[in-house]
């Protein structure tokens, strides 16, 4: 059994920095990409970042330049720093995992429960 859990969500000033972490823990194998994804009220839920095992990034274009994701691959952890916040960044932001469980072939996709960031105006 593979779990995701997250940490570092909670109420910001706008311009202001969180810092998520998310740490896989279970019987794995092996992790190929990890990522954000998160949903706002009364929308869709979107990609954020994303990180490869071998450490390529990818962005949603409203984050750009201002979160980065990162992972330590030691740790089973990833990571997404978020600076300059806007009240628009306010959701529920929940991590992902492709993970190959131990004695599996396949990865399969796992997340976390989620964590609430909320930035006021």
């Known amino acids: 059994q593979v779990q995701l859990v997250e940490s570092g969500g909670g109420l910001v000033q706008g311009g202001g920095s969180l810092r998520l972490s998310c740490e896989a823990s279970?019987?794995?194998?092996?992790?190929?990409?990890m990522g954000w994804h998160r949903q706002a009220p009364g929308k869709q839920r979107e990609l954020v970042a994303l990180?490869?095992?071998?450490?390529?990034?990818n962005y949603e274009d409203s984050v750009k330049g201002r979160f980065t994701i990162s992972r330590d691959n030691a740790k089973n952890t990833v990571y997404l720093q978020m600076n300059s916040l806007k009240a628009e960044d306010t959701a529920i932001y929940s991590c992902?995992?492709?993970?190959?469980?131990?004695?599996?072939?396949?990865?399969?996709?796992?997340w976390g429960q989620g964590t609430l960031v909320t930035v006021s105006s």
């Open positions: 992902y995992a492709e993970v190959r469980a131990t004695g599996r072939v396949y990865a399969m996709g796992y």
């Open positions: 990180i490869t095992s071998g450490g390529s990034t």
């Open positions: 279970g019987s794995i194998f092996s992790i190929n990409d």
